[in-house]
T-cell receptor
Framework: DTAVSQTPKYLVTQMGNDKSIKCEQN?????MYWYKQDSKKFLKIMFS???????INETVPNRFSPKSPDKAHLNLHINSLELGDSAVYFC?????????????FGPGTRLTVT | GENVEQHPSTLSVQEGDSAVIKCTYS??????FPWYKQELGKRPQLIID?????GEKKDQRIAVTLNKTAKHFSLHITETQPEDSVVYFC?????????????FGQGTILTVHP
């Protein structure tokens, strides 16, 4: 009964490859997010979707493309992977209540680019 | 700009002592201030939050205080235990009503010595 799940948990790949990370939430939330946590543990938002519509798009290279087939799923596709993409990627979801979005995180995907 | 500053970056206390972590924010429209903890290799987990219409909130050994005038909020942990030794993150919404865009602080590594 995991609330926010991600696959895969670990991803090791070579530079130049293309890879995808999948996220699913069963909380009935309308909004989903992708965060990147670098080696210094800094958490930074990348994208957010609300009801399948892109809402937040931070300064992220075009090689990163999110896709939301429905409001319970938000996937992240990364083209032409670079060494600097190595990080832990967290998916999160939230539901607006009284103008507040309480966010719940998935378990993370540790991406290592060699 | 949108900024959340968190201090200290590391905090070392003796078991049973109190620990205080402080954050300042710049977006005066911020209305919600969550605190997350993150164990090594795990997801960020919401531990307590406070809305902007409240000055203090308590939940057993943890409490959060908010000073909207000074734009800072703090996490207080009393009677610390070794299992409190994890990384703590504060966050604040930034960017107006951008569907819960959270900016995170840099994190505080708390170490509780037995």
């Amino acid at each position: 009964d995991t609330a926010v799940s991600q696959t895969p948990k670990y991803l090791v790949t070579q530079m130049g490859n293309d890879k995808s990370i999948k996220c699913e939430q069963n909380l009935g939330h309308d909004t989903m997010y992708w965060y990147k946590q670098d080696s210094k543990k800094f958490l930074k938002i990348m994208f957010s979707y609300n009801n399948k519509e892109l809402i937040i798009n931070e300064t992220v290279p075009n090689r990163f493309s999110p896709k939301s087939p429905d409001k319970a799923h938000l996937n992240l596709h990364i083209n032409s992977l670079e060494l600097g993409d190595s990080a832990v990627y967290f998916c999160a979801s939230s539901q607006e209540r009284w103008l507040v979005y309480e966010q719940y995180f998935g378990p993370g995907t540790r991406l290592t680019v060699t | 700009g949108e900024n959340v500053e968190q201090h200290p970056s590391t905090l070392s206390v003796q078991e049973g002592d109190s620990a205080v972590i402080k954050c300042t924010y710049s977006d005066s429209a911020s209305n919600y201030f969550p605190w997350y903890k993150q164990e090594l290799g795990k997801r960020p987990q919401l531990i307590i939050d406070i809305r902007s219409n409240v000055g203090e909130k308590k939940d057993q050994r943890i409490a959060v205080t908010l000073n909207k005038t000074a734009k800072h909020f703090s996490l207080h942990i009393t009677e610390t235990q070794p299992e409190d030794s994890v990384v703590y993150f504060c966050a604040a919404p930034t960017g107006g009503t951008s569907y819960g865009k959270l900016t995170f602080g840099q994190g505080t590594i708390l170490t509780v010595h037995p």
